[in-house]
């Protein structure tokens, strides 16, 4: 936007092109679309952002997101509290919902262990998942890290803080590709993948 400087609007486009997988000209098209929004829309757009930001925070059980004590599936009483699927990010658990054919628990560890990227065990949410381990009543925990390097070294992690005592734990069957992620897989790779999980 040389030449011509709107400054309210070149901000407007700067916070879009900080979006993930917004370049400039797509960040260019929300700006002009948000400036042409109805003042009351525009409002609800802000709000929306700000309600986000101050009303979601972590689940006290799983680490999921919610705006509740629990969330959904932690307050669900018919969902199976013996079996724990551990995911790295809250779009993986929206994805294996979708599948319909999980009726157990979640626990999310909003990451992966990455040496390189600087993120260790303790900057996960692993501490929680243990807890709940030691607090009894888990009898499997299934690994739904992505099929990654970093998604595999984290279930091997964690399945060897695990194994000790005593608790099952599998793996998702590869339905999914290497290298990809759970929240791009369709839904019969993720319930065969499900279905098809290994011991670790």
Do not use: W
Request: proline share 5%.
């Amino acid at each position: 936007m040389s030449g011509y400087h709107v400054a309210p609007l070149s901000r407007l486009v700067e916070q879009f092109e900080r979006l993930p997988g917004i370049g400039r000209k797509s960040a260019q098209r929300l700006a002009y679309y948000v400036l042409k929004l109805p003042e009351k829309e525009a409002e609800g757009f802000a709000q929306a952002i700000l309600d986000a930001h101050q009303k979601i925070h972590y689940c006290k059980i799983c680490c999921n997101l919610t705006d509740q004590e629990l969330c959904p599936v932690c307050r669900n009483e018919s969902r199976d509290k013996s079996i724990i699927c551990v995911v790295e990010d809250p779009r993986d658990v929206m994805a294996l919902e979708r599948t319909h054919e999980f009726n157990a628990s979640y626990h999310v560890l909003h990451g992966a262990i990455s040496p390189l990227g600087g993120i260790g065990p303790d900057q996960l949410c692993i501490k929680e998942l243990l807890d709940r381990v030691h607090a009894g009543g888990v009898q499997e925990v299934i690994m739904a890290t992505n099929p990654t390097v970093e998604g595999e070294a984290t279930a091997m992690y964690i399945s060897r803080l695990l194994k000790p005592l005593g608790i099952r734990v599998t793996r998702l069957a590869y339905g999914i590709p290497v290298g990809g992620d759970l929240e791009y897989a369709d839904e019969v790779t993720l319930t065969r993948a499900l279905e098809g999980r290994n011991e670790m």
